[in-house]
């Protein structure tokens, strides 16, 4: 047996588990010690041996070790020479880690312009289309842009980042959202109710209103 694992199993998952008390706690140790860290399956134990260990009294052993009986993690009978014992560990308990639950994600925290980490979200909540030409894109050739341009205090938000094509990123720098829009409807690379759709959507997205899925 490893029995260096089934300590520390009994340390993370058993004793939390049934919520030891000190007592329940000791004397698991102490009957563990006394039968399976010496290989054997079952030992009596005479109660006041059991007292004497855990320096306390008769009455309080047997209280404990009735304990330990109720939770199902030590098998006991009563006998003329004492406590028939026998231990088990927490794998024949069938203890489990819990699993870690994630903490959700806090949306607004986010930094969707690092390590292009959120990319594939940000280019499906723009529908696969640059967000100011409406030019097809993908998560692979896409650039994410600051519709608020760093130089003029620009975060790194959901409220802030777009998916655009590379002609777009190069082309805006740090010129507003809107005047850039302008710039592309004069050169007919707009129609008016694709301008007019844009301008909603950039007013959209600095109110919040178009949240990536995550």
């Not at 880690?97 to 994600?105: D, G, I, R, Y």
């Not at 980042?161 to 004069?186: G, M, P, W």
């Amino acid at each position: 047996m490893n029995w260096e694992k089934i300590l520390i199993e009994i340390e993370d998952l058993l004793i939390p588990h049934y919520q030891f008390d000190i007592w329940e706690r000791g004397l698991y140790g102490y009957l563990l010690n006394q039968t399976r860290l010496r290989g054997l399956e079952y030992s009596t134990i005479p109660l006041s041996s059991i007292s004497q260990a855990l320096n306390c009294s008769d009455f309080q052993s047997r209280k404990t070790i009735r304990q330990l009986a109720e939770k199902g993690c030590i098998e006991l009978e009563q006998t003329r020479k004492g406590q028939s014992v026998k231990v088990f560990l927490p794998s024949e308990l069938g203890i489990q880690p819990q699993k870690q639950v994630e903490a959700p994600l806090n949306l607004e925290e986010i930094d969707f312009f690092k390590n292009r980490d959120y990319v594939a979200e940000l280019v499906a909540r723009e529908k696969e289309q640059c967000f100011y030409c409406l030019s097809e894109i993908s998560a692979e050739n896409c650039e994410l842009d600051h519709v608020i341009s760093q130089l003029n205090g620009g975060n790194n938000s959901y409220k802030n980042i777009v998916a655009a094509c590379h002609k777009c990123n190069t082309r805006k720098q740090a010129s507003t959202a809107e005047d850039f829009l302008r710039s592309i409807y004069r050169k007919g690379m707009l129609s008016e109710s694709e301008f007019e759709g844009r301008l909603s959507a950039v007013e959209a997205l600095k109110n919040g209103n178009l949240k990536p899925v995550l």
